[in-house]
Structures are given as C-alpha cells and as structure tokens.
Nanobody, 127 residues
Framework: QVQLVESGGGLVQAGGSLRLSCAAS????????MAWFRQAPGKEREFVAA????????YYADSVKGRFTISRDNAKNTVYLQMNSLKPDDTAVYYC????????????????????WGQGTQVTVSS
C-alpha cells in the first residue's frame, strides 16, 4: 500500500505563490507516474500536472502552463508543485496521485489511470 500526504496549501492573494508537497510512504516504486489534480466546488476533478518518476517529460494543463512547475525528489519520495502567479480560478482542493505504471498519451490526464491518492490540500486565491 502507498500513502500520499499533501501539504503546503493555504490562502494567498492573486499573483502570489505557493509550493505544494506530496510525500509518499509505504510501498514505493522506482518508476511510474505522479501527478497533481485539483477539484473546485461543484466541478469535476481535473488534471494539473504530471511527471514520470524516473525522469523524462512533464505535462501540464493549458490553464497552468508557464505558471506551475512539477518536480520531484526521488530520495525523499516527494513530489512538489510550485505555483506562481496564482489566480482566483486556481482555488481548489489539490490532490496528488501516483501509479506504478509509466503512462503515455491520454492516460496521463485521466483520474482513472492513478491507483493512489492523497487526502488533498486546500488552495484559496483571493482577488
């Protein structure tokens, strides 16, 4: 079993920055894919960013491209999401997710591809 714990959420003014962390424990994998999703009130959970665990390409939703950066520290089993130039539309609960599979194509962007999920951390951006 894998446990994912997010941290770093909070309240920030528009234009500000936050860095989210997602620490993995339990059964760990040397490969696979990690991602961030978010869910705003009354909306479906949506893809934000993803990274393969052993390097390679990163993937971003168009809405966050150029503002958010996903990174990882394999030694700490931790994935980060640096969020800059935050907008009120970024307000949501942010979830990290993990799969031991190396995802390709459209599977990267869907919630069904990920086996493990954190409990979420709230990000609120005030205008």
């Amino acid at each position: 079993q894998v446990q994912l714990v997010e941290s770093g959420g909070g309240l920030v003014q528009a234009g500000g920055s936050l860095r989210l962390s997602c620490a993995a424990s339990g059964r760990t994998f040397s490969s696979g894919t990690m991602a961030w999703f978010r869910q705003a009130p009354g909306k479906e959970r949506e893809f934000v960013a993803a990274s393969r665990w052993n390097g390679g390409s990163t993937y971003y939703a168009d809405s966050v491209k150029g503002r958010f950066t996903i990174s990882r520290d394999n030694a700490k089993n931790t994935v980060y999401l640096q969020m800059n130039s935050l907008k009120p539309d970024d307000t949501a609960v942010y979830y990290c997710a993990r799969t031991p599979s190396t995802l390709y194509g459209g599977t990267i962007y869907t919630t069904f591809s990920y086996n493990y999920w954190g409990q979420g951390t709230q990000v609120t951006v005030s205008s």
